[in-house]
Every structure is written in C-alpha cells, then in structure tokens.
C-alpha cells in the first residue's frame, strides 16, 4: 500500500516502456472521461499509440467507452470518452477491530460496491480464530458480486513488519509475531476461498491505511499528520504526498508517545503513554462506563450530547492529552493539517477545544492556526477504504500486471 507504482526496479527495455505507457494512459483517463485524442495531447503520446494501448486496456477489462466525449471546440466530430471501467476489477479490503471485523469491495472509480460487517470481540482470540472468520466475510463478499477482486488489503490494528504480513506487535488484540497474510491465505483456502487465497495479499497497520483513504477519498493536501483511534491511536505521517513509514515500517506509533513519563503502566509495557489518557479504555474509565460492550464511540457522543458531565470531563482529559502529543509532531514534522480520524472524528465536537488549547499554548515558537487542525469526514471507515483502495491506485499505475494473461495473448501483447 506503500507504494502503488510495482515497475520501479521491474521490466526494462521495449516491453517497460510499453507498460509504463498503459500506466500513464490509465492514470489519464483515471482523472476524468478522455477521448483518445485528448488523452495523447495530454500524454504527449502519439494517438497511434495512445489508441494501440486503450485497446489493449479495453481487452483488458480496465476501460469502457461511455458515449461522445464533451466537444473540445476543435473542429471535427468529437471522439469516444473513455472511462474507467465499474464492472471490472475491484479492489477488496479487509480490517480486523478489537471489536469487529469488517469487508469491502471498492471498484476502479473508486466507488465502495458491497461489503459485510461482524460484530465479535478479537480481543485475545487466538489469530487463527480470528481469521477464519475474516475468511468467512470475504468469501461471502466474493461471491456476491459479479467483479473480480485483483487484490486484497488488510487493516490490523497493530505494528506490521515488511511485505509479508507479520503482524509483530499488536497490544490490543493481544497478537505478537502473527504472520497474519500467510494465515490468511490457509483460511480462505479452508473457506472453500482458493481464488482469494492466490491474489496478492497486503496487510498495514490501520492507522496508515486510515491516512491514505482520508489522502484518496478526504481532499487534503499532501502534507499532514492523521490521529486515528479504535482500542488504540495511531497516526498516519503524510508528507510530500507519500506514506512516511519509517525504516521499518513502524512510523506512527503516537499512541505510545509517553504524555506523561510517571503516569500508569500500558499494554506496550511503558508508562504514562497516550493510550493511558485518550485511548478507549481510558475514556471510559473515566467517563464511568468501564466495562461497557457495543459501539463505545456513539454511546461517548450520545452522553457527551446529552451533557453528562462524566463524560464532558472524561473527552476534555482526552482531548488535552491528544494536544500534547500532536504539539509534539508538529514540531517535529512542520504538516500543513493536523486531521481528527477514526472514532475521535465522531467526537471532535468535544475533542477539538482542549486540543487547540494545547495546541496554541505550546506551540509558540512557529505559526499554527486553529484551522489547521480538523476532522475527517470519512470518520471510521478510513482504514477499511484505504486498504480496498490500494489495490485499485495498484492496478492503475501498473495496470498490465493485473491483466488476465488469457486477454494480453488475445491481442498478442507479452504475457504476464
């Protein structure tokens, strides 16, 4: 998810170059209907060869022709628009909550078009367990649709290790060196899943996932830091447009930014981390609800709406504690926007005054507007978006490797 463009190192010579050109060609398109005429005055490729490879792209199922394109004012009949096209691969998304497991399919235009939602607590649950039922949903979110995933992205609430898929560290779910992906893959076998099974498969911690959808689908800017919370937070660092993952792919981990280093021991082993004052568990505590099973986010605005003042207090705490550590990340990483995502977007009502309050009091030495920090409009269902949407920016800036080599052979392009 990292990284969308599967070229770089990859095939050199006529036939990169030649795939490097349907990338283009579809990424084109991708921005809005095109002619062919107009898609090589953009490219700067012939329309010989602009035309060669939207047919190529047609056989492949990734283009439709949609009617006349919208007269240019040049003189002549206005060409076919293209588009991309909605019947044909997809991608499929997959999250793993402490509270519930979640599947999607979003198809080429980036359009969500079917998904199932359990509710259960993984919480502790052995992996394997967890998964079968994960293998379950997206069985059934398969076969209930006419597209054909070409890829699957995972969102686990936890620190996720290269590419292939251990999840090394995952407090809330009590998880330590999963190898989810490959677990994953024997359970959509044992699902009677075996076409799942071989796509390729991606996993990412859920804060990142979150970050790229709200990157995608929110209409920010590149540069900004994204604060997520299920059981835990997390923060996806967006700068220059690209994920910033770190050396080991464990950026982010503002949940266990110690706020106050003498406070209460966390799950991870240190003290006075974040998670201890704006984390689930501790809002609740505080808010006097411990223990309470459901949708704690909606129960938290439901009381805090009504004016319990349990809980007015408890989101206060809350939100100076996610000032302090956001005051931490802009000075050290200068975003644009700081964004509220995740289950703290359905609380921002609450949560944004003490954080701006935090926020301008320790943030005197730069310049920072209360209007820089704000909430997501995709609220909890960024991780899910991000991981299904991966998969298609995937195949539009590499679209030749997911092609079906039966379609390149039919109109004798190199297979795959």
Known sequence: MRETDSRRGGPAGQQGMRWANLGLVLGEIASGPRSR????????????????????????????????????????????????????????????????????????????????????????????????????????????????????????????????????????????????????????????????????????NEANLGGLAELWFGGRCGDFVHLSAEAGIGAAIVLGGRLLSGARGFAGELGHVPVRPDGPQCACGACGCLEQYAGQTAVLRAAGLDGIRGDWVALLAERAAAGDPAVLTALTAAGSALGIAAAGAVNLLDPAELVLGGGYAELARWLLPPMRAELANRLTVRPWSDDWLTASGLGRRGPLLGAAAGVVRAIIADPGRFATESAWQAIGAPGL
């Not at 006419?146 to 686990?156: D, E, M, Q």
């Not at 044992?190 to 099974?197: D, K, Q, R, S």
């Open 37 to 204: 005429a107009e898609v090589a005055a953009a490219t700067g490729l012939t329309r010989t060869a602009v035309s060669s490879l939207v047919d190529e792209l047609l056989t492949a199922g990734l283009l439709t022709e949609s009617g006349p394109a919208v007269p240019s004012g040049r003189v002549g009949r206005p060409g076919t628009a293209l588009s991309l096209n909605p019947e044909g691969p997809c991608g499929l998304g997959a999250e793993i909550g402490v509270e519930h497991l979640a599947v999607c399919l979003v198809d080429l235009r980036g359009e969500v078009r079917g998904g199932q939602r359990m509710e259960i607590c993984n919480r502790d649950r052995e992996s394997a367990a967890v998964l079968a039922d994960l293998a379950e949903l997206l069985r059934a979110t398969a076969d209930g649709t006419a597209l054909r995933p070409a890829g699957l992205g995972l969102a686990v609430p936890g620190l996720v290790g290269g590419a292939d898929g251990v999840v090394e560290r995952a407090a809330n779910l009590g998880w330590t060196g999963v190898p989810a992906v490959a677990e994953l893959r024997l359970a959509l076998r044992a699902a009677g899943a075996g076409e799942l099974a071989g796509l390729p498969i991606e996993a990412d």
